[in-house]
């Protein structure tokens, strides 16, 4: 388990997608009167002179949808005898993936039309996720092409 390469994408992605939690992946900084806006996968969090709010609402649907992929490549990497349905569950955290990314780029063209931010490191660290999940797919259709071509030589 441990010893294929998909595996390690996919214990990769865990970790980028449990950082995409905790850093924001867009920022307005140094507004008027010390306003910092952070756009969180969990809410919105605003500071004004050192008091800091957080709004929840819709924001949290980011979090909700990187936790259910969080879940999925949990669920992959511990379904390693059945290549198929591993395939199944890294399309479908492929799937959730973009539309976490959908989700992300509706906040902020919303709030870019008020603010003028720039990405933060959730961002990247998102995209770094999807693209180890992809690499992951591809390295188990690989197992899986391999493993065939050797029941067609028996």
């Not at 388990?1 to 900084?29: D, E």
């Not at 909700?64 to 349905?85: D, H, M, P, Q």
């Amino acid at each position: 388990m441990i010893q294929r390469i998909q595996t390690v994408f996919l214990f990769l992605a865990i970790i980028a997608l449990v950082l995409f939690n905790i850093f924001p992946y867009w920022q307005v900084a140094a507004r008027e009167e010390g306003m910092q806006l952070q756009l969180m996968s969990y809410g919105i969090a605003t500071t004004v002179q050192g008091v800091t709010t957080v709004d929840y609402g819709l924001y949290a649907l980011v979090a909700g949808l990187s936790g259910g992929a969080i879940i999925i490549a949990l669920v992959e990497i511990f379904t390693y005898k059945n290549r198929l349905t591993q395939m199944k569950l890294a399309i479908a955290n492929s799937f959730l993936m973009t539309a976490t990314l959908v989700l992300m780029t509706y906040f902020v063209v919303g709030l870019q039309e008020e603010y003028q931010g720039d990405f933060g490191l959730g961002i990247f660290v998102f995209a770094l996720a999807m693209l180890l999940n992809i690499l992951a797919r591809r390295f188990i259709q690989k197992d899986e092409k391999l493993v065939r071509s050797v029941d067609r030589l028996r």
